[in-house]
């Protein structure tokens, strides 16, 4: 998608092995969103920044951390990847409150 | 726990008719909404955006907004099997920094 870019786009690892996912933007929004989406539950946040270095939980936060050391970039870990971890994650960008979001192109995730 | 709900469908419709997806939310707090359109195997993409009660029209989309009755729906009208998708409701907190999504309504459109 214009503007915002994930990688990797798939990735397969193996439980217990930390896992990060990049999101990057060109459009210097403010805001960025980390999302899971599984059949059944939807979109869920899972954190967001509301700045360089500023980060917050959402409401399925656990094993997870996320870091913005510079606007562009949104990093999300996986501190000891498990089954239930596989999913399918939404980077979106967003430049103000109230505003739309604009997602990446989301990465698959397996957990094996 | 704030919450958004949609019938998951699917909603079937011929092509040509009317479609109506229905969405509703429980922080009366929220001031923006929208709606997003996710193809299977896609991510979810922008198609409208609400902010005050009544309608909104842009092209054949429809989004009408009831803030009293916590009641968000889109129309879409002369469907076309291309607007085949599952459509997403989402609602901003009432701090304007995070949106929370329906589980979606999927839409299927016959020829």
């Known amino acids: 998608d214009a503007g915002i870019t994930q990688s990797p786009r798939h990735k397969v690892t193996e439980t217990g092995t930390p896992v990060t996912l990049r999101c990057h933007q060109t459009?210097?929004?403010?805001?960025m969103y980390w999302y899971r989406q599984d059949p059944g539950h939807g979109l869920r946040l899972i954190h967001y920044?509301?700045?360089?270095?500023?980060?917050d939980k959402g409401e399925v936060s656990d094993g997870y951390s996320v870091s913005r050391s510079k606007t562009e970039d949104f990093l999300l870990t996986l501190e000891s990847a498990t089954s239930s971890q596989t999913s399918v994650y939404f980077c979106a960008i967003r430049a103000q409150r109230g505003y739309g979001y604009t997602f990446g192109s989301g990465t698959r995730l397996t957990v094996v | 726990q704030k919450e958004v709900e949609q019938n998951s469908g699917p909603l079937s419709v011929p092509e040509g008719a009317i479609a109506s997806l229905n969405c509703t939310y429980s922080d009366r707090g929220s001031q923006s909404f929208f709606w997003y359109r996710q193809y299977s195997g896609k991510s979810p993409e922008l198609i409208m955006f609400?902010?005050?009660?009544g309608d909104k029209e842009d092209g054949r989309f429809t989004a009408q907004l009831n803030k009293a009755s916590q009641y968000v729906s889109l129309l879409i009208r002369d469907s076309q099997p291309s607007d085949s998708a599952t459509y997403l409701c989402?609602?901003?907190?009432?701090?304007?920094?995070?949106?929370?999504f329906g589980g979606g309504t999927r839409l299927m459109v016959k020829p």
């Open positions: 459009e210097n929004h403010r805001y």
């Open positions: 989402a609602v901003d907190n009432n701090a304007g920094n995070m949106l929370t």
């Open positions: 920044s509301y700045g360089v270095k500023d980060t």
């Open positions: 609400i902010y005050s009660n």
